[in-house]
């Protein structure tokens, strides 16, 4: 079941690539992403956010990433939108009527134009907000972004915030599992995966859990304040994490692009 | 080296000068460190060694200025660091100074990559990027990681992981570096990478090593400390202090002292072999995968009554993973496993635990209740169910470990070797025949690691048996009947214990061997 579970929310994480889009500085990409969701809420025309669809499966092209990726990936977000499409096809009951099927003797479907399209724009909108994040963050290295915001401005703690907890992740997965193996050598059932054995679970791996994780963080704060971690309020770093010129222009052009796009098939359609 | 960093030490001032401090922490009745008086000139290098809970890493702290800006507790006494008083400034104004490596190589890196982890604490000085580049370069250079500069932290092994901790702290250039028993979590291997690199620092820098196993370091030391009960109580020239100091105390496990028990123990050899047609445990082919990589490969071996086994090889060689599979916690793709003539291979792990009780590298992971009594019967209670028919026992057992008095406190509150004792009274509180230790003598001095040997022995005597997973070829020497030795997931040897040594010498495991005297050669040799 946990298996099952597992392949159901598969794992987001980067996906190392020499394409153009993860050779994309992580800023401008940034921008980009935020300008693009920011045109999926906007422009709420159907064809618009069919176009958008277009253009996210174009960069899922690019990227190399394809079509494999994305229906394995994200299929769960998927049957999520199309869950929220039947939603609107049968609540809204405007326009003119499209199909009529009796399901039942008693139940009749009625399917009209103006829920189909309300379904479909909805379903879009939500795919297109969340696989262009599974984009940025499949194609991303979280190290340069997080370098690249504190060169930006971002004030470092925060920083060394997100990349500590980076760092841990595969350390406290692996810690969960000795905790894991522990329990049951004294005896505690915990193979399985009923609500009951869930929630044991959750009483005997916590503490431990907690308790190692708290023996880390005292030793990850003196590594760090050792090596002078907070000692001024700015830091220089060794790799500089510039934008160039071309990558300004691809993120205007893009900005453009969209919005451009979005305005005229919205007054076209 | 020894000369190189003698001959430095006379013209230069101070690196550290300690004055009569003395630290109680908060809460606690007694000191941790009682009027610690130090001088560490430029370029020496000090071995600290002492009991566990003596103050050596307490020291360690008051050097670096975490005490007492970071932790709590009334300090008296002074730290003068290249002339900057500990009191006036904080840790990370000292970092330029002194550098601090801990225990834990998993837990004190803090970036994502090797170079970036080298870079952290330049940058944090704020140094030019050229500069920053040079030191990045030197560093790696001086731990001998230039390869490993692009590689991701997580994909480091231990040893690897501690060299680059070393490197991050070299990078700071800093005049004194202290080591807190940096090769503790190491295998053999993974040591002698550390040592080799602690070895070649630069004449300049002062190195404080903290460690129990001192046979490599006496040769290269110009002072030995000992310390007890938060005092130095001894501070002079290693092969002087050994001979007639620590010799005597019995500080070490690794210049393989023997008990009469203990001799006892190699003598049961001859025992065991008449039991060789009765095997308790035999694995065969026993194959395990995980996450669709083979951890261990065809492994036959048999374990007879009364048999210590010993289980070796390097870090992520599957030892652990052989323990976990014997208990049913890791499933076998292939392979039988048989107990007492019992196909146990599909049995689950509850009932499995009750002939085999396994005691984790770190009790931390094991222990959960809320009190220490408590604690110590749950695996009683959990595998065999009604608490008062064992309540005498266990409470013997708390009080043969010296842990009745804690009967009622909460168990995360003991120290370190306090749990280690609690985890191994909560497994023999229900005398499973089968012991399953996993690196039990980690991080423990000699009179805490004896109480392991002597459970161990104990219960042995009384009809047990244990398969222990040890990176101490001392201790195996004494008082193991076997060696089982894995490389890369495959039994390389199963052999009685003196035949496999033999047999790891041929095979050019050198680390793996017992020691010859090195303190010996020292005192005797060119020492004296």
Same mark, same amino acid.
């Given at each position: 079941m946990a ?6 929310? $598969?794992?987001?994480?980067?996906? $190392? ?8 500085? $992580? ?9 693009? @969701? ?12 069919? /176009? ?10 690019? @990227? ?26 049968? #609540? ?6 499209? !199909? ?26 939500? =795919?297109?907000?969340?696989?262009? #994040? ?13 370098? /690249?915001?504190?060169?930006?401005? !971002? ?5 060394? /915030? ?6 841990? =992740? $595969? ?5 969960l599992t000795i905790i894991r193996n522990a329990q049951m050598a004294k005896g505690i059932d915990l193979e399985g995966m009923s609500p009951g054995k869930i929630l044991r679970a959750v009483k005997y791996l916590l503490t431990p ?26 830091? @220089?770093?060794?790799?500089?994490? @510039? ?6 222009? =691809? ?7 969209? !919005? ?10 | ?30 000191? &941790? ?24 890493? *307490? ?81 790696? %250079? ?182 976990l599979s014997l208990l049913g916690i890791n499933k ?12 146990i *291979?599909a049995e689950k792990v509850s009932r499995r635990a009750r002939h085999m009780g396994m005691?984790f590298?770190?009790?931390?992971h094991q222990?959960f209740e809320? *009190? ?5 019967a749950l695996p009683s209670i959990m595998l065999f169910g009604g608490?008062?028919?064992?309540? &005498? ?33 909560s497994v023999?509180?229900y005398?499973p ?67 496999? +040594? ?6 050019? +495991? ?16 060119? %020492?004296?």
């Open positions: 298996r099952g579970l597992k392949n159901l929310f $598969p794992g987001l994480a980067y996906m $190392p690539g020499d394409t153009a889009v993860h050779r994309l500085h $992580p800023l401008p990409k940034l921008l980009l992403l935020i300008i693009y @969701s920011t045109s999926v809420i906007v422009f709420s025309h159907v064809v618009t956010a069919l /176009a958008l669809f277009f253009v996210l499966l174009v960069f899922y092209g690019i @990227s190399g990433l394809g079509p494999g990726f994305f229906l394995r990936k994200l299929r769960v977000i998927l049957l999520f939108g199309l869950l929220i499409m039947l939603i609107q096809v049968i #609540s809204v009951r405007q326009g003119y009527l499209l !199909l009529e099927y009796a399901v039942f003797s008693s139940i009749t479907l009625r399917i009209w134009s103006a829920g189909a399209v309300a379904g479909l724009v909805m379903m879009l909108r939500f =795919i297109n907000i969340i696989a262009s #994040s599974y984009l940025f963050v499949s194609t991303t290295d979280p190290n340069k972004l997080v370098y /690249a915001l504190m060169q930006a401005g !971002l004030p470092y703690r925060y920083g060394f /915030a997100l990349i500590t907890s980076l760092r841990f =992740i $595969p350390v406290f997965t692996r810690e859990l907690v308790i190692c994780a708290l023996n880390k963080v005292d030793y990850l704060a003196v590594s760090m304040e050792s090596r002078a971690f907070g000692l001024y309020s700015g830091r @220089s770093y060794l790799f500089k994490q @510039s934008v160039d010129k071309k990558e300004w222009l =691809i993120l205007a052009t893009g900005t453009i692009l969209l !919005l451009a796009g979005g305005i005229f098939l919205t007054h076209c359609f | 080296m020894n000369n190189q960093r003698q001959g430095v030490t006379e013209i230069d001032l101070p690196v550290v000068c300690v004055g009569g401090v003395t630290f109680k922490y908060e809460g606690s009745r007694e000191p &941790a460190l009682s009027d610690i008086n130090l001088r560490v000139d430029k370029g020496e290098f000090i071995s600290i060694t002492g009991g566990s809970g003596c103050g050596k890493s *307490t020291l360690a702290l008051c050097l670096a200025g975490f005490i007492p800006h970071h932790v709590g507790g009334e300090m008296s006494g002074s730290v003068i660091v290249n002339g900057m008083d500990s009191r006036q400034c904080p840790p990370q104004k000292l970092a330029g100074a002194i550098g601090l490596v801990q225990q834990d190589p998993e837990a004190q890196l803090c970036t994502l990559k090797v170079v970036d982890e080298v870079a952290f604490g330049p940058e944090n000085l704020c140094l030019s990027r050229e500069e920053i580049k040079d030191r990045v370069e030197w560093a790696l %250079g001086a731990v001998g990681s230039l390869h490993l500069r692009d590689r991701e932290v997580y994909s480091l092994s231990g040893g690897e992981k501690q060299r680059i901790a070393i490197a991050s702290v070299l990078a700071m250039k800093p005049a004194l570096i202290i080591l807190d028993e940096p090769t503790a979590n190491l295998d053999p291997c993974g040591t002698t990478e550390v040592l080799q690199v602690i070895k070649k620092m630069e004449a300049d820098t002062a190195v404080i090593i903290i460690e129990h196993r001192l046979r490599q370091l006496i040769p290269i030391s110009n002072r030995l400390l000992v310390m007890d009960k938060g005092r130095i109580i001894c501070d002079g020239e290693p092969g002087h202090v050994y001979k007639n100091y620590c010799s005597r105390q019995k500080y070490y496990f690794d210049f393989g002292y023997k008990t009469g028990e203990e001799e006892s123990s190699n003598q049961s050899t001859t025992e065991e072999r008449h039991s060789q047609a009765n095997p308790v445990l035999s694995v065969r082919d026993l194959t395990v995968s995980c996450g669709g990589k083979r951890i261990l490969e065809d492994i036959n071996f048999d374990i007879h009554p009364g048999q210590i086994t010993a289980v070796m090889g390097c870090n992520g060689s599957g030892k652990t993973t052989l323990l076998l793709e292939r392979g039988r496993i048989v107990y007492r003539s019992r196909d *291979t005691v590298q770190n009790p931390n222990i809320n *009190t220490v009594y408590r604690e110590a608490e008062s028919a064992m309540n &005498a026992g266990i409470n013997s057992l708390l009080l043969e470990f010296d842990l009745l008095q804690y009967k009622e406190g909460i168990p995360f509150s003991l120290s370190l070797g306090e749990k280690k004792r609690l985890t191994l009274v023999l509180g005398n025949e089968m012991l399953l230790l996993d690196e039990p003598l980690i991080g423990q001095d000699y009179r805490r690691a004896d109480i392991f040997w002597q459970a161990v022995l104990k219960h042995r005597s009384a009809g047990g048996m244990a398969v222990i997973v040890c990176h101490e070829p001392d201790f195996v020497r004494d008082f193991c009947n076997r060696i089982l030795f894995l490389e890369n997931g495959k039994l390389l040897l199963d052999s009685p214990v003196e035949e496999g +040594f033999k047999l790891l010498e041929e095979l050019g +495991f050198k680390d793996y061997l017992p020691g010859s005297n090195v303190i010996g050669d020292l005192c005797y040799g060119q %020492g004296s």
